[in-house]
């Protein structure tokens, strides 16, 4: 039997329950995720022996943005995020392409962590061809999303205390190499590559970094079920991405201290070389936090995006098969299987320096819509009937600066990922010209 709404019986609200301490977890297992597992060689790559370095400035250009979406969850509390805003701001067009990159960027990072999953961790296991591991992998994760949403954040529970003990046991383990008088503080200070000088190189590290912070900007969908989201959302958004910088910074001078540059900068499995010159750990173990690590990041990001994919084929901004739902399970079975198919396609096509960092072009076009929309959305003031008159409200530099990050990150964005990422910005941009008009007739 189905049940209607009219005017006269409107949908109920939320229930305001979630207080500031549940937020503030909710945001810090967002954030604290797989990232940093598989990219700190990387960003060593680009930016040499200083690690900690570009994830510092990384958190730094982070809270620019954070503000712009303090003040915007607080002056609408309601669920909608990014596309939300984009879209009151500046009509539906740009709502649909700030959703689309969202649901673009998802899929892009299922990508990469499948990549991350197939690299040296999994090697201490058993050595099989990466297309064959990403395969099997994505599909796995695809019949879990299948299976139900509430076996899926069953399994996440877990996987969360697991993966921050493996950040913690990293910072433990550098610490206790540094007073053995085994590690090499002066890579602590070491900035600088054959292709970057010191600030380019912490710029080119930070694009990378960025990745490791994404995930706050999903939280503002929780702030119109806080109790108190005007002074609750922002104690709990800066704070948990502080939490996050500290964590990340140490895993960063932890990994720059005790390994090598060159070998950190050449593993895919960075953390895992912490571990081995470390010893006292066994290598399969911590091999098999960093795996549940990346395969929950990539759970996580497979279920907002199919889940996203199906919302927007539900209000018809996709097509609408999109929209189809298993009967028992009520899982939306078309949007699992395509995303999980593009997410595989771009696997098996790039590499994870190339995935992270298109995932942070797309992440980018977010935000720097985002930080207009602060902007735009103020100058209406009392003239808009659905904003909170008392609302959280950041200094109008923060986000100038917050767009001025993003345009700066995007300038260090290189070439290979830009031809992987201005397709899919084009594709959003074709749709969302299309969906406006559609709208408009």
Known sequence: MTTTHDAASPQPALRRSVGTFQLFLFILGDVLGAGVYVLAGQVADRSGGAVWVPLVAALLLALLTAGSYAELATRYPHAGGSSYYAHRAFGSWAGFLVGFCMLAAGIVSVGALALGFAGDYLAAFVDLPVPVTVTVFLVLLALLNLRGINESLAANSVATVIEVAGLLLVIALGAWVVLRGDADLSRLGQLGTPEHGPLGA?????????????????????????????????????????????????????????????????????????????????????????????????????????????????????????????????????????????????????????????????????????????????????????????????????????????????????????????????????LAVLAARRTHR
């Open 202 to 430: 912490v710029l080119a590290g930070a694009v990378l970094a960025y990745y490791s912070y994404v995930g706050f900007e999903t939280s503002v969908n929780l702030a119109e079920e806080a109790r108190d989201p005007r002074r609750s959302y922002p104690r709990a958004l800066f704070g948990a991405l502080m939490v996050a910088g500290v964590v990340y910074a140490l895993v960063g001078a932890a990994a720059s201290a005790v390994v090598p540059t060159e070998q950190l900068a050449a593993s895919s499995g960075p953390l895992l070389e912490v571990v081995r010159r470390a010893g006292g750990v066994p290598l399969v173990l911590f091999s098999a936090i960093a795996l549940v690590a990346v395969a929950n990041g990539a759970l996580l990001t497979g279920i907002m995006s199919s889940r996203l994919a199906y919302g927007m084929a539900r209000d018809g901004l996709l097509p609408s098969a999109l929209g189809r739902v298993l009967p028992v399970r009520r899982t939306p079975w078309l949007a699992i299987i395509v995303t999980t198919a593009l997410s595989l396609l771009l696997a098996l096509l790039g590499s994870i320096e190339v995935l992270a960092s298109t995932l942070v072009v797309l992440l980018l076009v977010v935000f720097s819509a985002v930080n207009l929309a602060v902007l735009v959305l103020r100058r209406r003031g009392g003239s808009d009937p659905d904003a909170q008159a008392d609302h959280f409200r950041v200094p109008t530099a923060l986000p100038v600066l917050g767009l001025a990050s993003c345009l700066l990150l995007a300038t260090q964005v290189e070439a290979a990922t830009w031809r992987f990422a201005l397709p899919m910005l084009a594709v959003g941009a074709l």
